[in-house]
């Protein structure tokens, strides 16, 4: 859907810019690694909340349960499908009907997927991590704070307010979201360093 190929057969404007010029090849290339980091920014909240439905009361266990379907879902869906073929059940059919067919599908595929890995390793590293270490959601969180209460006293601006935190609060730790995505990019680093 939004592969390389795809987005240039979509549009024939699309095929001559692509043909025309190499840094816009390059930008089209990007475009699947950044909705498969946008995506993955979208599933660990909903991975804890079906946690919760389930009845699980301890949040840490809460954490453990998405922090497994979380990864297991990256290697499935991120590693294996976008390296191997298009979609799940497609693969997963193959896989079914012959097993011992699944490494030599990957040995045909993966060589020619590192293009694909190294640009999704780097705008992980660049946008999630840079996020992240940035604290870009909490400036934006204690600017919000600030002009929406802007007569707070010294323990209301500590406190949360509204979902929003202080700038010096930075919360709990994900530990199901950014485990299970540091995990995928040592999958992926093992896996490519002996291609």
């Not at 840490?60 to 990864?71: I, N, T």
């Not at 995505?181 to 490519?192: C, E, G, R, W, Y």
Request: glycine letters at 4%; a positive charge.
């Amino acid at each position: 859907l939004v592969s390389e190929s795809a987005l240039i057969s979509i549009s024939p404007r699309l095929n001559q810019l692509d043909k025309a010029s190499t840094i816009f090849s390059a930008a089209i290339a990007t475009v699947q690694p950044m909705c498969l980091v946008g995506l993955q920014q979208l599933l660990p909240p909903l991975f804890i909340r079906v946690s919760r439905s389930e009845g699980i009361i301890s949040f840490s266990e809460a954490q453990m349960k998405a922090f497994s379907r979380y990864f297991m879902w990256q290697v499935l869906n991120v590693f294996l499908v976008t390296s191997i073929a298009g979609s799940v059940f497609d693969t997963l059919a193959i896989i079914i009907e012959t097993p011992e067919s699944a490494f030599e599908m990957l040995g045909n595929s993966l060589p020619a997927m590192s293009s694909f890995f190294v640009s999704f390793v780097t705008i992980k590293t660049f946008s999630g991590l840079g996020v992240e270490i940035s604290r870009v959601v909490g400036i934006i969180q204690s600017s919000l704070l600030l002009i929406i209460f802007p007569n707070s006293t010294l323990r209301a601006r500590r406190s949360t307010r509204i979902g929003m935190r202080a700038i010096d609060d930075p919360g709990w730790f994900n530990y199901h979201k950014i485990l299970a995505q540091d995990l995928l990019v040592v999958v992926i680093s093992v896996v490519f360093a002996v291609v």
